[in-house]
């Protein structure tokens, strides 16, 4: 009898410390100066914010995908990509070699090895982590990859 009698006292404790650095966290998060976030290159659909090309929030910047919109293979469609996606990070002050995460998707999975030809080393000497995917039905506007980013400032 006298372990439970312990054991519920020391559960109070335990619910009443939790509690008390709940509320702490609380009026943290109240008064916590949260950088605002920063939008660029708004894509508009009848005059309505539809997306943003990259947003920016204290030193992080999220880059949205970047396609390749006209005729060409795999290797011209990457570089271009991969082009377009270094522009966005130069502009929010940062570069390719602060890229942490990257997701690829392809049009075609047979496309694999050609994307992968033109990508490697331009990420510097320690790439970020990667996802890669085949699209179902495509990816949109006809390129035949897209690919978003996750870097630091």
Request: aromatic fraction near 6%; proline fraction near 3%; glycine fraction near 10%.
């Amino acid at each position: 009898m006298e372990k439970i009698e312990r054991r519920s006292t020391l559960k109070k404790m335990i619910a009443s410390l939790a509690g008390i650095v709940g509320i702490g966290m609380v009026a943290k998060a109240e008064t916590d100066n949260t950088p605002e976030k920063e939008v660029f290159n708004v894509v508009q659909e009848q005059d309505v914010p539809l997306f943003s090309g990259s947003t920016k929030l204290g030193n992080m910047i999220f880059v949205a995908g970047k396609g390749a919109h006209f005729e060409g293979d795999i290797k011209a469609h990457t570089d271009h990509v991969l082009k377009e996606l270094e522009k966005e990070l130069v502009k929010a002050g940062s570069s390719m070699e602060k890229v942490l995460k990257v997701n690829v998707y392809l049009h075609d999975l047979n496309d694999y090895k050609g994307m992968n030809e033109v990508y490697k080393g331009r990420f510097g000497k320690k790439p970020p982590v990667r996802t890669t995917v085949a699209t179902y039905a495509g990816v949109p506007g006809d390129s035949l990859v897209e690919m978003d980013c996750i870097a630091y400032i």
